[in-house]
């Protein structure tokens, strides 16, 4: 019956998901750490002011992109740098001292406390212990957290200035991670700014963007975040647990969902010893589907308990913005047939963003995944897609349901078909191989999302771009294309010419 079925406990370290050690479930998550400038305290104007009137009044200048430049620098940094770059005419520690002077004269009169700052300690300090990682003085943190009545809610404070480097470096975050006795991979730091955000990351934090307004991050550092929120409102330990709960450790569950598929769905197979009924739509179904599908459920309810479950047999069962996919045996009728080709299809959307998607081919011993942002395989090997520039030099990959080979012409595939180099069959697996360069384009309708949901991150992953006929990225209109990418804008052309 070819290959034996691929077991997760083999793979390699980048394909179970877990180069980083810390990746756990939720209830292992061990501490949130915040920045303060820009987070909890709308403090990077004042800052700004309090160093431009500094600089200015002891002979230094103060160029256009001096705040961008300091933000997260220490004190002993940008104070350095003010005397080295900027010119200004005080020794570094005598530039710091008159600067901090004045930004406390400054918070003396008004604390520009961030709206929602205190209710997002307050409510998060219930479930974790809290560290700060600041880059301001330590006397401006203690200031800040004092007027703002959160000293005691923050257990572990760290200023940059007590650390060896400043942000971008993760000096700062690593040390609070230290004094709180966690695990940096499983803390949840929330950060602002492009240098922040890198020193986050590069401490192998989970990391929630918060974007400065004043001086927004930079388009690769807010990259680095893995959730992005509009404000301080938006924080609570949902958003927290929903970060914390790594991709990694999804990857590794979704691998072992497909294992347990499998498991009960080969030995079936092989026995012949199940029920046959028919669904209201007329396509079969047997009890081994239900199976399945009831035990794959019964596993997230003791992992996930809090996401939602959007299953082809049982329906959908929860409400959560993350939202697991299950098709228990796509292609039902194979199975019963005794054909080897059948699958079980696992996704997790969060969000409504598809970021891990797990294809297994248990009879035949094979299995796709892909991770959001770490890239597609096949049986451990990285896939890619192709390199064909025009429509014309494409393959298609002939549809299961529409077949070309069945004498379908009135439909978008045929109307595909139509302008490229060449057909190929692939019997239900096109993106599949559509993601290991085999073929250009791959369609398919009438379908729904449990179906769609795996191949959209496989395919996006190794290259490729995956949406409905509109060019959009939702998976529940029945209607989807996927190509290498560079040849998606002329197939979209196509399918709009011909009103599809």
């Not at 209201?280 to 035990?295: C, F, K, L, N, Y």
Request: charge should be negative; hydrophobic fraction near 40%.
């Amino acid at each position: 019956m070819g290959r034996q079925p691929l077991d997760s406990s083999a793979l390699s370290g980048d394909a179970r998901g877990d180069e980083l050690s810390g990746d756990a479930p939720v209830d292992q998550i061990q501490a949130v750490i915040f920045d303060l400038d820009g987070v909890l305290v709308d403090s990077e104007c004042a800052w700004d002011a309090a160093r431009k009137e500094v600089a200015l009044s002891h002979g230094g200048r103060w160029p256009a992109d001096a705040q961008r430049t300091m933000m997260g620098m220490s004190s002993t940094e940008w104070s350095a740098y003010m005397h080295d770059e900027l010119g200004v005419a005080l020794e570094p520690e005598q530039l710091s001292e008159a600067v901090v002077s004045r930004l406390r004269d400054v918070y003396a009169e008004h604390l520009p406390l961030i709206p929602g700052a205190r209710e997002a300690v307050s409510v998060l300090a219930e479930v974790w212990p809290l560290g700060l990682a600041s880059s301001s003085n330590r006397s401006v943190i203690e200031l800040v957290l004092d007027g703002a009545e959160m000293r005691r809610l923050i257990s572990v404070i760290v200023s940059s200035e007590e650390v060896p480097r400043g942000k971008p470096a993760p000096d700062v975050y690593l040390e609070a991670a230290r004094r709180l006795d966690a695990s940096p991979t499983r803390c949840v730091a929330i950060e602002d700014s492009s240098n922040g955000l890198r020193s986050a990351a590069a401490a192998g934090m989970r990391v929630i963007a918060i974007p400065n307004r004043d001086v927004p991050p930079d388009d690769d550092a807010l990259a680095l975040a893995d959730e992005v929120l509009d404000s301080l409102a938006q924080l609570n330990p949902g958003c927290v647990e929903r970060v914390g709960v790594s991709a990694g450790a999804d990857l590794r569950l979704a691998l072992e969902l497909a294992d347990l598929a499998g498991r009960i769905a080969l030995e079936r197979f092989r026995s012949r010893d199940y029920r046959v009924g028919i669904k209201s739509d007329g396509s079969p179904v047997t009890a081994v589907d239900r199976e399945v599908e009831s035990a794959l459920r019964e596993r997230l309810a003791q992992e996930r308990p809090h996401h939602e479950i959007f299953g082809e047999e049982l329906g959908r069962r929860g409400s959560s913005e993350c939202r697991w996919y299950l098709d228990p045996i796509d292609g039902t009728r194979r199975f019963i047939a005794g054909d080897p080709k059948w699958m079980t299809l696992i996704a997790l959307a969060i969000r409504e963003r598809v970021v891990v998607g797990v294809v297994a081919l248990p009879a035949l011993g094979e299995r796709w995944w892909a991770r959001r942002g770490k890239g597609a395989f096949h049986d451990g090997n990285p896939v890619r897609v192709s390199n064909t520039t025009r429509l014309a030099d494409a393959a298609v990959s002939d549809d299961w349901r529409h077949s070309l080979a069945r004498g379908a012409t009135n439909t978008p595939l045929a109307t595909i078909a139509a302008r490229c180099a060449c057909v190929r069959p692939h019997q239900g697996h096109g993106f599949l191989r559509l993601a290991a360069g085999e073929v250009d384009v791959a369609v398919q309708v009438g379908s729904a999302p449990w179906d769609y949901a795996p191949l959209k991150v496989i395919v996006e992953e190794a290259g490729g771009r995956f949406t409905d006929f509109a060019g959009g990225e939702r998976i529940d209109t029945g209607r989807v294309v996927g190509t290498n990418g560079r040849i998606h804008a002329e197939v979209l052309e196509l399918l709009e010419s011909v009103g599809a």
